[in-house]
């Protein structure tokens, strides 16, 4: 059963039906459940299924195609040698199982890794649609892979022979916090909400991450076993870059770079982070990052404008919490059971709750009632230093209104006492001094439980709650 991706699901199966031959690539970040959803719903009706060897050679990614084939009736005793030759096998092997007005689903999972260093893999597989596959109107090819980026660049943005060949592109994202609820209680999990958005904030919505959590034990007790007893994800950093780009690591100095900057950092801070030149490799890396959901690129209000060059910031929360943790020398095995409330946990949760929430805008939108209104969203970062005045979250609408988001993490109403109001009024100052914006401003609180009543209190327009992020 697959749990969410109703939205996903319904266009995939809409593509399916279709009287077109039709060529669908599917991608995100690894680990997200790409491979799960395509499998379970279409496991009866796949006329070829084949997986792509993470790091294989030529020889081991044209075995694994010949292991597919035969899987799927084919009976010749030739085994293809070339790219070329295997696609006409699997030609010859369609055209005994075409059935006028049937649908025909073939499913090639990590695409990316078939192409291999002068395979000519590209090629070949432009013959294969052009010539053949894209004539035959109950054809479905659907294909998939973790390396977001060769998929974005070798076939929705190709310049060659497969130049707008994709007839559908899907995007598979981490679950939302919805979505996450649904998948631990349909595994047996009774916690509460704030401590599923507790997990949210150590895992994100990553459903491999999720089933690996285990209801017999806390939350608590599953991140020291999984983390800090040699468990299933003490290496997983490492495995997920290195899987996913050839030169991991100047991929891995961008992460650390991010990971170390709270309040993220432009691209020309970047370079000079990373003492890079402005050449174009670090922005293809960017990119790269973007296309696999572990960075993200907020606009940023500057005077009478939204500027376009932005503040990256990572977003994947299992690295953020590997960069806060994981990489410390931690010899105790229940290290996080026994830190609990203290002040290097405590930094840690206020800067995880304001990411989760940059992960649900929509649903703090829909909160402040704009479903019928058109609403943007950006940063805002002083251009006086000195100030070091920062809003990582501002929703701008149509309607003449700003709203300045302070978001704040807190396990009981959250207490706003002057000292902090006095900043988000220097804040809001500074941001309408700059910026010059014209609109009316008001402050909007986002804390788990909500915002203690008393003088200060009273002061705020609006107030969102963890509740609502859950719509």
Known sequence: MVIGRTKELEQLRQFVASDRPELIAVYGRRRVGKTYMISETFSDALAFDMTGVLGG????????????????????????????DAFAALEDLMETKFRPHERHILFIDELPCLDTPKSEFLPAFDHFWNSWASRRSGLKLIVCGS????????????????????????????????????????????????????????FGGIPYYLSLLSKSESLSQNIDRLFFQDGELADE???????????????????KALANAKSGLTRQELQKKLKLGDGGNLTAVLKNLEYSDFISCSFVRKKKEISRSGIYRLV?????????????????RHFWSKNLNTPIVNTW????????????????????????IYAEHYSWRSLDGETGAQIDMIVDRADGIVNLCEIKFSTTP????????????????????????????????????????????SEISSVVTLAELYC
């Open 57 to 84: 050679t030529l020889k081991t990614e044209l075995s694994a195609w010949d292991r597919a084939m035969r899987r799927s009736g084919y009976n010749k005793t030739e085994k293809a040698t070339n790219w070329f």
């Open 147 to 202: 390396a977001a980026s060769w998929i974005v660049t070798n076939l929705i943005n190709s310049h060659g022979g497969l130049h707008n060949r994709i007839t559908h592109e899907m995007h598979i994202r981490p679950f939302t916090l919805s979505e996450t609820e649904k998948y631990l209680k349909s595994q047996g999990f009774s916690w509460s909400r704030l401590m599923i958005a507790q997990t949210y904030m150590v």
């Open 237 to 255: 950093y490492e495995r997920l870059y290195r899987s996913l780009f050839k030169n991991a690591n100047i991929y891995m100095n961008v992460i």
């Open 316 to 332: 994947d929360f299992f690295t953020q919490f590997y960069y806060s943790f994981g990489v410390k020398a931690v010899s105790d």
């Open 349 to 372: 949760q206020g800067l995880a709750f304001e990411r989760l929430c940059l992960a649900h805008v929509e649903q703090i939108k829909s909160a402040l009632g704009l479903a019928s």
């Open 414 to 457: 959250y207490h706003l006492n002057k000292v902090e109001y006095m900043k988000i009024l220097t804040r809001q100052s500074v941001f309408q001094s700059e910026t010059n914006i014209g609109k009316g401003v008001q402050i909007t609180m986002i804390s788990p439980i909500g915002v203690l009543a008393g003088q200060y209190a």
